[in-house]
């Protein structure tokens, strides 16, 4: 469980992921947890925008969810600590302490795989393997901004890094209300597009739901289907297309 | 606690019955009426199908909790909001029955936005011998028209005519969750995420609204209400639950617009179990007042709680229903699950509770002898008229035989709706398509 405040251990005895056990202890693993939560919350949330009529309780607490992390770490300058350390590794990271996260105790005691998981390993084992410029990205569309190098947390300026963080924040809840579609793009084109690799997540979060125990449809589910008049740019055409095989499914 | 077994043979998974099924067939919503002859269910296809309850015979007394497809019909269609480009889907969220007060039955059907008020009544002779119109209806030719007749009613096979008597439509901006019959039995109340509107049975084209949460700013939105219902006997009072834990209780007499409430019914969060979820599991998915009017039952991610009307800083009792999750919320979360909307139901002596779990299973709590069980609706695991064995999920250490673990459960298996007959025992459990209705074993 991921006790608010409290630092937890880094796991270890993984030896399939081995390589990036030295990444993850660099960084306060409590940290990272609650990097990749925020990172998994931001996901939803924009999952929830591409929708009309997004589930509103859903949204609501997915929202209380990131400003309750968002004020913790401002709280406890988390924001410039992560700004000085990030490396190269750091998105890389922060998806794997997405796999961390959700592993109990026990499990990683035991160095157990859990099944719903393996997957993701694979896909990061095969990332590692490949050249770095082709890393992370399933589809070769968007190559250009979603360098992991420029990550919003390496901005030179934290003031600066932290306004755009702000930034999308705010277009996020304001579009809790959302019934235009065009928000969608804006929400897209506006915010810095290599803050994380929302393909990989995506794709990362798929094949963990599918693998898991509820099905796609459950999910992402709400109560209004996508809608069929997103117009993106080419860059979301993937996205557009992973929205609509969990609809579908 | 009483044993229970599967009503009959026939009853068994009433609806779709190994069939091939789809998306459209899963049960949104379970209910019987006042008597518990009938019982209604809504689905994800926007259909009702109301079952009756076999009469009792001495010949078959096994026969006695069995229940029969009594009425099947269409309650909502997909409908697309052209101003919104939304498409608005047809399941339906809840059904409420109106007391019965002639040979007809009532019941309220709602979608996200649409209130329906269906009358289901049973037609067994039909007039014959009109002097305009022929047998099938079609007019006939005046010229033809030599004699006046008398018609008559002649006897026929048993119909059951489902038809929609009133439609309560575009009140409701966001997705109704709870609609509730007020005990003055004229006035009914229908709740979204954001309003609570009062409706009066007879006047469709205007409601009041009675509650309105919605900020002026809509950034400033941090809490939705999750779910409503009216006080069983006084009929101006109603509780309301939110997204942060907490329930209303609003009195109708204080003002038009209830809202500041009368009532605030709140516990204060313990320290120790503190986390990012917190908020997340202690939004109530579903809030029942007992049968007497003292208490109301509300639902949470991982517990049931009990509160005195009188009581608004802590509940009564508080129920464990599925603890062992509590080391999996960061998968529930990441799995969406957490969202699920479990509901509670009280049996018909406010005595014991009933709520739903993974895996099939639910749980029933015994408030007197603080018992309780975990039972499970599944087709492979039970048979006919067996006593349904109770389950039990193994957290850590050594699993015993008979036991599961908490990692094999089955999170695509939930059971989020159930209804308890109003007098006796008998439950009818929603398990995705599957309705499954038990009784306590008689010896």
């Known amino acids: 469980m991921f006790v608010r405040g409290l630092k937890r251990k880094c796991f270890d005895g993984e030896e399939d992921i081995e390589g990036t056990l030295a990444g993850i202890k660099a960084i306060p693993s409590y940290n990272l947890q609650r990097q990749s939560l925020l990172d998994m919350s931001l996901v939803k949330l924009q999952l929830c925008h591409m929708l ?14 990131v400003r309750q992390i968002q004020e913790e770490m401002t709280q406890d300058g988390t924001w410039q600590m ?72 390496e901005m030179e300026n934290p003031q600066e890094s932290r306004g755009n963080f702000q930034k999308s924040l705010d277009q996020i809840f304001e579009t ?74 | 606690m009483a044993q229970w077994a599967e009503a009959a043979g026939k009853g068994r998974s009433l609806q779709g019955c190994g069939a091939p099924w789809g998306p459209a067939d899963i049960i949104s919503t379970v209910e019987f009426n006042h008597t518990g002859e009938l019982l209604a269910t809504g689905d994800k296809g926007g259909r009702v199908v109301i079952f009756q309850r076999e009469q009792e015979s001495k010949q078959q007394p096994q026969r006695r909790g069995e229940y029969n497809v009594y009425s099947t019909f269409q309650s909502h269609e997909p409908e697309f909001d052209y101003l919104k ?13 109106l007391p019965q007060h002639n040979a007809a039955y009532f019941l309220l059907s709602t979608n996200d936005k649409t209130v ?20 099938d209806g079609r007019l006939r030719d005046p010229s033809m028209i030599t004699t006046l007749r008398v018609p008559v009613l002649r006897p026929m096979d048993l119909m059951v005519e489902a038809t929609p008597r009133r439609v309560f439509a575009n009140a409701h901006t966001y997705h109704i969750n709870s609609i509730s019959v007020n005990s003055d039995y004229e006035t009914y109340m229908s709740a979204d995420d954001l309003r609570i509107n009062l409706w009066n049975f007879e ?18 939105l941090t809490e939705v209400i999750t779910a409503a219902e009216f006080h069983p006997h006084h009929c101006n009072a109603f509780v309301y639950s939110s997204s942060k834990g907490t329930i209303r209780l609003c009195d109708m007499r204080a003002a038009a617009l209830c809202d500041r409430h009368a009532k605030f019914f709140e516990e204060p969060e313990d320290p120790s179990n503190r986390s990012f979820f917190s908020e997340i599991i202690s939004s109530i998915s579903d809030v029942k007042f007992s049968h007497s ?29 599925h603890d062992y999750l509590r080391s999996k919320l960061c998968s529930l979360y990441e799995n969406d699950c957490i969202f699920d909307k479990f509901e509670c139901v009280w049996n018909g002596s406010d005595s014991v509770i009933m709520t739903g779990s993974y895996n099939n299973f639910f749980r029933m709590f015994d408030r007197n002898t603080k018992r309780d069980v975990t039972l499970e609706a599944s087709r492979e695991n039970s048979k006919p008229r067996a006593v349904l064995k109770p389950r039990k999920v193994c957290v850590g250490g050594k699993r015993r035989k008979d036991e599961i673990s908490v990692d094999s459960l089955d999170f695509s298996k939930k059971i989020l709706h159930t209804a308890w007959h109003p007098s006796e025992n008998i439950i009818a459990v929603a398990a995705t398509n599957n309705l499954y209705i038990f009784q306590d074993k008689v010896n």
């Open chain 1, 176 to 249: 809790l209300e959302n019934k235009n579609p065009n928000s969608v793009e804006d929400l897209f084109s506006e915010v810095d597009n290599s803050y994380y690799d929302l393909d990989t997540m995506l794709t990362g979060m798929m094949s963990n739901t599918k693998m898991g125990h509820c099905d796609g449809l459950e999910t992402f589910s709400s109560p209004t289907t996508a809608t069929s008049n997103s117009n993106c740019k080419s860059d979301l055409n993937e996205l557009d297309h992973i929205v609509e095989i969990l609809v579908e499914s």
């Open chain 1, 82 to 153: 992560i700004n000085t350390q990030s490396t190269g590794q750091t998105s890389l990271d922060r998806l794997v302490s997405t796999d961390i996260l959700c592993r109990s105790s026990r499990e990683q005691a035991e160095g157990k795989q859990v099944p719903g998981y393996s997957s993701f390993n694979k896909d990061f084992e095969d990332d590692q393997t490949q050249d770095s410029s082709e890393t992370m990205s399933t589809s070769s569309s968007v190559q250009t901004p979603r360098n992991l190098q420029s990550n919003v947390w």
């Open chain 2, 85 to 97: 480009s939304l498409e608005i889907e047809e399941k339906i969220n809840k059904i409420r029955w």
């Open chain 2, 116 to 135: 329906k008020l269906w009358k289901v009544s049973e037609r067994d002779k039909r007039p014959e011998g009109y002097n305009l119109k022929d047998e």
């Open chain 1, 52 to 65: 009309v009529e997004p589930n509103l309780c859903r949204s609501v607490l997915i929202a209380n969810t």
């Open chain 2, 203 to 220: 006047i469709t084209n205007q409601s009041f609204n009675i509650v309105d949460i919605k900020p002026a700013n809509m950034e400033e």
């Open chain 2, 293 to 321: 009017g003292r208490y109301i039952m509300t639902r949470d991610y991982l517990t049931v709680k009990v509160w005195d009307l009188n009581m608004e800083n802590r509940p009564m009792e508080t129920y464990q229903v």
